[in-house]
């Protein structure tokens, strides 16, 4: 009967929100498609070209073979397929509201440098 009180505690601590922190961080395409409310469909479409090119741009900044410079335009590259793979899922309000979102993060970027 103990182990069942044990197995059962267990399950449910592993479907608490700090079991869920240990997913992998979000690529910045990532977080401005969560803005979008995708249909269930859409988001069926998207989350595994998604999580692929997440985990490349991860892998990207983990290899210290490359120079920061090529790593910034290995990582726009990959953006930008993803950005080409997402278009034809999303609707054309959805498709404004990502290019805006995007705008802004753009934005967002060049003042933190300044």
């Known amino acids: 009967m103990k182990s069942l009180k044990y197995a059962v ?6 479907l608490s929100p700090a079991a869920a922190q240990h997913q992998a961080p979000k690529s910045q395409v990532q977080r401005i498609v969560d803005q979008l409310n995708l249909t ?4 069926a479409k998207a989350d595994p070209f998604l ?5 490349k741009v991860r892998a990207l ?24 793979k997402l278009k034809p899922i999303l609707t054309d309000d959805q498709w404004k509201q990502f290019e ?15």
């Open 51 to 55: 999580e692929e090119d997440a985990k």
């Open 40 to 43: 269930p469909e859409q988001k």
């Open 100 to 114: 805006q979102l995007r705008e802004e993060r753009q934005k967002q970027g060049k003042n933190k440098k300044q």
């Open 61 to 84: 900044r983990d290899d210290s073979s490359l120079t920061p410079d090529d790593r910034k335009k290995k990582s726009a590259e990959i953006r930008k397929g993803t950005v080409a």
């Open 9 to 14: 505690l267990a399950s449910i601590l592993s």
